[in-house]
């Protein structure tokens, strides 16, 4: 080392005399370069400069975080950093993984006491991201399609279980006037004023809507099944190419996506289109089928022939036989109604989502994946939690595309957009292109349950100190083009953990501010 440097040293200006003297000469170069620029060109490039690089705001807004302080319980004292994004939307494809070329958070977070809140934060620079040219939500035209669900009046006033902001997201504009997509709504032993009251609320957020009572004295699995019948004989029927059954639980998070690949099957042709369960077990026990919770696409004529149908695929028998011992089963009877009675088979549809895994869903929403659905996200006793709503709202900036893209610094953050922002302390050597198994297959859970439809999946770093995450609790459309993003750690969460020790002793916020 020493004898490389004493090579160089006879370059070094030794004394004020020598540096004068390579000062100017490095000046008059960069004087003559300057020059070289026609004046115009010039003053159009420093005002496109302007434009586009104007100093992000680094003002810290304590209401803001003192309200997310309310809700997610935060520590008084936090680490907060915040980014501003401006993308570029261009005619790039989509890919699972980009690479920005810059660091993420290369200064340490601020430590922010909330009792006593800072009025600035460490001001970063702006990063310009390329994305995909995509749709916005409330641009896409659904007037092709029309969905069937069946719930409660309870799940669909409840704040855990809500789904009418989703419907919003996916049946209207966002400005109160539907998209063109229908729903028919069946509410399970409602009353007049409850049906009232949900015909209400939907139609307030500009969803077209027809809500209708339904009979809990009736089995669950013919109800199910009689919804098809009742979307064939809706009058908007012949304006529809597509009639959907889901579940008040199935999010469609990019609408324009949804119709554009719709485009691509020939809707006069016989088409039964939807996805398996993830988990293989569930295929053996319950057969191989569309599993309704991904969202089943039915094309007009095989609606009518179920239709027609239908009187024989409900009789006792077939209910019985639709039982695997988990009762009757409303996919089961539907798969028997049109095999048993037709050459028509399911067409796979691998971008549609069941999501039947358990346990922390991260690996599955941080593997660059573009969903055209997502199902199970809600939690409860079973199933997994994901604040898809949330994080699908980024779409309102960066475009349909850009929801769970994967974005990768040079020091070693990966922005899941909407999902998380994950950091690898100790490096990325694992396969970032396998799916992360932080979750498992509900039991029994032999270990490749999900690989057949999720692919085998990398293991875990949850508890290893290789891996922490913030993931996203919040998003806030702030018009024009621009999208707040929250994500949240929080310190006692198990999973950021090493040896049993926790890697933190505060909350932490990191923010992204997405602008046009
Ligand atoms: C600060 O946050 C509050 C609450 O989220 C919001 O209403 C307000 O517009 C924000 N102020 C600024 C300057 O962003």
């Not at 570029?88 to 660091?103: A, F, G, N, V, W």
């Not at 399609?145 to 009046?153: D, E, I, N, R």
């Not at 007009?300 to 011992?325: F, M, N, Q, R």
Request: charged share 25%; glycine share 6%; aromatic share 10%.
């Amino acid at each position: 080392m020493a004898a490389s440097f004493s090579q160089t040293k006879c370059f070094h200006p030794r004394n004020t005399f020598m540096r004068l003297i390579v000062l100017s000469i490095f000046g008059l170069i960069a004087i003559a370069l300057t020059m070289r620029a026609p004046t115009a060109e010039r003053i159009h490039k420093f005002k496109q400069q302007l434009a586009t690089h104007a100093a992000p705001d680094c003002s810290f807004n304590e209401t803001h975080i003192q309200n997310l302080q309310m809700r997610y319980d935060l520590t008084d004292s936090i680490e907060y950093a915040r980014r501003q994004i401006r993308y570029l939307p261009q005619d790039i494809k989509r890919k699972s993984l980009t690479k920005i070329d810059d660091e993420l958070f290369p200064e340490d977070f601020d430590e922010v006491n909330l009792k006593s809140p800072p009025s600035d934060i460490t001001c970063l620079k702006e990063i310009e991201l390329p994305v995909p040219k995509s749709a916005r939500p409330g641009t896409a035209d659904a007037r092709d399609f029309l969905f069937g669900v069946s719930t409660t009046y309870k799940r669909l006033t409840e704040a855990k279980t809500s789904p009418m902001l989703e419907w919003a997201h996916w049946l209207t504009d966002g400005n109160g006037k539907s998209n063109g997509g229908g729903l028919i709504l069946r509410l399970v032993d409602a009353s007049e004023e409850q049906l009232d009251e949900a015909r209400k609320r939907l139609t307030s957020l500009g969803i077209d809507v027809k809500v209708y009572h339904s009979d809990s004295s009736i089995e669950m699995a013919q109800r199910y099944l009689s919804l098809l019948p009742t979307l064939y004989n809706d009058a908007s029927r012949k304006n529809r190419k597509w009639l959907v059954m889901c579940d008040d639980d199935t999010f469609f998070p990019s609408m324009s996506a949804l119709v554009n690949r719709f485009s691509e099957y020939n809707h006069k042709s016989d088409l039964y289109i939807g996805t398996f369960s993830e988990d293989i077990s569930n295929i053996k026990r319950h057969g191989s089928q569309a599993f309704g919770g991904a969202g089943v696409f039915f094309s007009i004529h095989l609606a009518s022939v179920i239709t027609d149908l239908y009187e024989d695929c409900i009789t006792p028998k077939k209910i019985k036989e639709s039982d695997t011992g988990w009762g009757p089963q409303g996919d089961i009877l539907l798969r028997k109604c049109i095999y048993e009675h037709t050459e028509i088979r399911l067409t796979l549809l691998r971008d549609l989502h069941q999501l039947d895994i358990v346990g922390d869903p991260a690996g599955f929403y941080e593997s660059g994946v573009a969903p055209l659905s997502l199902h199970h996200f809600k939690g409860g006793p079973i199933w997994t939690k994901a604040a898809v709503y949330e994080g699908a709202k980024v779409a309102h900036a960066c475009g349909e595309d850009c929801y769970l893209q994967r974005f990768i610094s040079n020091d070693d953050f990966v922005i899941s957009n909407g999902f998380s922002i994950a950091y690898y302390p100790k490096g990325i050597q694992f396969d970032i292109n396998q799916v992360e198994r932080t979750f498992g297959a509900a039991p029994e859970d032999f270990g490749y349950n999900l690989d057949f439809m999720l692919g085998p999946q990398r293991g875990s770093l949850t508890k290893t100190g290789r891996k922490v995450a913030w993931e996203l609790r919040e998003s806030t459309n702030l018009g024009g083009g621009s999208v707040l993003q929250s994500y949240i750690r929080k310190a006692d969460d198990k999973r950021w953990t090493e040896d049993g020790r926790p890697l933190f002793d505060k909350d932490g916020v990191l923010e992204l501010v997405w602008v046009p």
